[in-house]
């Protein structure tokens, strides 16, 4: 994979085709999650992998935006300890996450992440300890529009270089 091209294409896929991923797909998607830095290696991350298409449901229902993990083939849910004791564990499951999306990309498969809003009740749906938390998840599937995969950039909506970047200070 070309990890800057990967970069410059990927875009969130929220419509998937009804087809389930085989097991080494989804094996290597989470084994890439495994893999992410963390601050001082400390790990602090648990994934929920599901492919229950019922349980994606229920899940979907956790969150205003989440709606796409109803038609995903493979949700991921990324529990932490509790967020609000160090900044590094959202960071650290974020890069969590980008790894598993950038995994997926290159096996042709497009992913989305969700915020979940109810986290209580996606415990009770997923049946997660008390001293584990859960903000995000993500699904992944065969994007239903496959150009979705690749397409060019769309024009406005990111902010240059220029406006993103002071260089030195502000």
């Known amino acids: 994979m070309n990890v800057i091209n990967a970069i410059q294409l990927k875009r969130a896929v929220r419509k998937f085709e009804g087809a389930p991923l085989p097991a080494a797909v989804t094996g290597s ?13 400390n790990q602090a991350w648990r994934f929920i992998a599901i492919q229950d298409k019922t ?8 969150g205003e935006w989440a709606g796409h993990l109803a038609g995903a083939a493979l949700g991921v849910a990324i529990l932490t300890p509790d967020p609000t ?10 890069q969590a996450a980008a790894y598993m999306q950038l995994a997926a990309w290159e096996l ?13 009740k996606a415990r009770a749906i997923l049946g997660f300890p008390a001293e584990w938390h859960l903000r995000v998840a993500l699904s992944f599937g ?3 529009n496959k150009e979705k995969l690749t397409a060019a950039p769309a024009q406005g ?4 270089l220029a406006e993103a970047v002071h260089w030195e200070r502000w």
């Not at 909506?157 to 240059?160: D, F, K």
Request: aromatic share 8%; glycine share 10%.
């Open 108 to 120: 042709g498969v497009g992913s989305c992440l969700a915020s979940i809003y109810e986290p209580e």
């Open 29 to 41: 998607i989470v084994n890439a999650g495994r893999r992410a830095q963390s601050s001082k290696n």
């Open 142 to 144: 065969y994007p239903a």
């Open 55 to 62: 349980i994606l449901q229920e899940l979907s229902t956790c």
């Open 157 to 160: 909506g990111r902010m240059t």
């Open 85 to 94: 004791e160090k900044f590094q564990i959202m960071f650290d499951a974020g």
